[in-house]
T-cell receptor, first 113, second 113 residues
Framework: DQQVKQNSPSLSVQEGRISILNCDYT??????FLWYKKYPAEGPTFLIS?????DKNEDGRFTVFLNKSAKHLSLHIVPSQPGDSAVYFC????????????FGRGTQLTVWP | KAGVTQTPRYLIKTRGQQVTLSCSPI?????VSWYQQTPGQGLQFLFE???????NKGNFPGRFSGRQFSNSRSEMNVSTLELGDSALYLC????????????FGEGSWLTVV
């Protein structure tokens, strides 16, 4: 049962424009959400996170928005750069199962010049 | 400070053999978790250890096992290897407690032939 879903397997954006990656979840008890960036055969790199009690968190070019009523979060990258091209994973965890992340299937972002 | 360190990075094993992978967490992190990434199944949780005790376990057969030492270093073992065990095995560490970021190592790429 996929509790975290990324319904878009790929996204293509021109350099300098905004990239918006979406993520939906089914478990309303998730209390922390994270975004990771990943290159093939490497480990995921942490990008940004958000607590369930907040609706926005910003770090440089990255902003994550959380809509709890819709069980939806999104990652905005502005401006997008070619070096941002990678697979982005949305992940979540429950306070009761610390250390266990539930991952989406990932979205391949391609930023073209 | 040093990140999560996994060894070996790459290895090739034959069906029926067993393999042991090692993980050194970030200094001060007491929670260590393991994930398997395959093209078909995405990132799947194996198990998580905290203070030498397994706290959470994913849906994997008993051939997959792990342990954690008093210095928080962890190992995972896969016995009687099958072709389907070929994957990237990722170790992650975090501070104990809720809403802490989980950091990943570079992974151990296992090929079973």
């Amino acid at each position: 049962d996929q509790q975290v879903k990324q319904n878009s397997p790929s996204l293509s954006v021109q350099e300098g424009r905004i990239s918006i990656l979406n993520c939906d979840y089914t478990n309303s008890m998730f209390d922390y959400f994270l975004w990771y960036k990943k290159y093939p055969a490497e480990g995921p790199t942490f990008l940004i996170s958000i607590s369930s009690i907040k609706d926005k968190n910003e770090d440089g070019r990255f902003t994550v928005f959380l809509n709890k009523s819709a069980k939806h979060l999104s990652l905005h990258i502005v401006p997008s750069q070619p070096g941002d091209s990678a697979v982005y994973f949305c992940a979540a965890y429950l306070g009761s199962t610390l250390g266990r992340l539930y991952f989406g299937r990932g979205t391949q972002l391609t930023v073209w010049p | 400070k040093a990140g999560v360190t996994q060894t070996p990075r790459y290895l090739i094993k034959t069906r029926g053999q067993q393999v042991t992978l090692s993980c050194s967490p970030i200094s001060g992190h007491r929670s260590v978790s393991w994930y398997q990434q395959t093209p078909g199944q995405g990132l799947q949780f194996l198990f998580e250890y905290f203070s030498e005790t397994q706290r959470n376990k994913g849906n994997f057969p008993g051939r997959f096992s792990g342990r954690q030492f008093s210095n928080s270093r962890s190992e995972m073992n896969v016995s009687t290897l099958e072709l389907g065990d070929s994957a990237l095995y990722l170790c992650a560490s975090s501070l104990a407690g809720a809403q802490n970021t989980i950091y990943f190592g570079e992974g151990s790429w296992l090929t079973v032939v």
